[in-house]
């Protein structure tokens, strides 16, 4: 996994484990060419690059569902162990947390739903556990991928805009489904229509501004986490690529700074989340 020189070390680390489809006829790194179409690991970025839309980035998948399922796990040990009295230990932690997003959602949504509560604590915990992942040394997962015959391995799913675009969708989807059910098509309509200038002569003008800030919702979330814990990244790379002693100078204070950035990454996309549902529910 030795890089020959810092750049390309860092372009190492910054690339997905990638699995895709090459066409008949490409030339691969190694001088070999594809005799027919086939799914296959790319074996350097540029044939991560050429494999199109259609890649999948396994390790982002990999992680993200080995996130989910450490959450699923962890709240269900505990609600099957929970005790009565003061909690502690674990318990305490979990019921830390409940609290701390009922808070959110209690002070932020303004409907009725009981399915924001469980779904702000499965954002926020979610995308917490994939951040702290970037708290392990950047490079003891990828060496031990690499032992095992992989050439490139990224460990956080937010780290990889195709992991935070995944999530921020699937809220975009939530915001328009309880528009139209809570608004109706034509409550939903006459809104994005009649905002912020209500007069008619203004629709035209009011559905730019509108249909532009309702795009504008899954990209600024997406954007927004992928954009801190990527630089976050990169500066961990660039550590890495110096002295031994200047690591450890640098490393510790850089990584207690992420101690604070990762759970307010987490809170910042949650929130923004209950208030962009809340605005969903709010039929005027």
């Given at each position: ?9 860092i ?28 799914w ?6 540029q ?34 162990r ?24 209690r ?14 604590l ?23 991928a690499?032992?095992?015959g ?13 992991g ?7 809220v975009?989807l ?8 809570v ?9 994005l ?10 629709v ?13 919702k899954?990209?600024?979330?997406a954007?927004?986490?992928f954009?801190?814990?990527?630089a ?11 002295p ?12 207690i700074?992420?101690?604070l ?20 529910h709010e039929?005027h």
């Amino acid at each position: 996994m030795a890089a020959d020189t810092p750049v390309e070390y860092i372009k190492h680390h910054l690339t997905n484990l990638t699995y895709g489809k090459l066409p008949e006829g490409y030339e691969r790194a190694d001088g070999s060419v594809v005799q027919e179409a086939t799914w296959t690991f790319a074996r350097t970025g540029q044939e991560a690059a050429d494999m199109g839309f259609m890649a999948l980035h396994v390790d982002t998948l990999g992680w993200s569902i080995a996130m989910g399922i450490l959450f699923l796990g962890l709240f269900r040990f505990v609600a099957s162990r929970v005790t009565d009295g003061a909690p502690s230990g674990l318990q305490n932690l979990v019921e830390m947390t409940f609290e701390f997003v009922q808070g959110i959602v209690r002070d932020v949504f303004h409907g009725k739903n009981p399915l924001i509560a469980p779904l702000a604590l499965t954002i926020f915990v979610w995308i917490l556990l994939m951040n702290i992942l970037k708290l392990i040394p950047i490079d003891y997962i990828p060496s031990i991928a690499h032992a095992m015959g992989l050439e490139y391995f990224k460990i956080v799913p937010t780290t990889d805009p195709n992991g935070t675009f995944g999530i921020s969708i699937g809220v975009f989807l939530l915001i328009l489904f309880y528009s139209f059910k809570v608004k109706g098509v034509g409550g939903f309509t006459k809104e994005l229509a009649f905002n912020p200038f209500n007069h008619w002569i203004m629709v035209p003008f009011n559905l730019l501004l509108e249909i532009l800030a309702l795009i504008i919702k899954p990209i600024s979330l997406a954007l927004r986490l992928f954009g801190n814990m990527y630089a976050g990244e990169v500066v961990f790379i660039l550590i890495a690529l110096l002295p031994l002693w200047v690591q450890w100078t640098l490393n510790v204070p850089w990584a207690i700074f992420h101690i604070l950035v990762i759970p307010l990454q987490a809170f910042i996309f949650t929130v923004l989340t209950v208030v962009y549902l809340s605005a969903a529910h709010e039929d005027h």
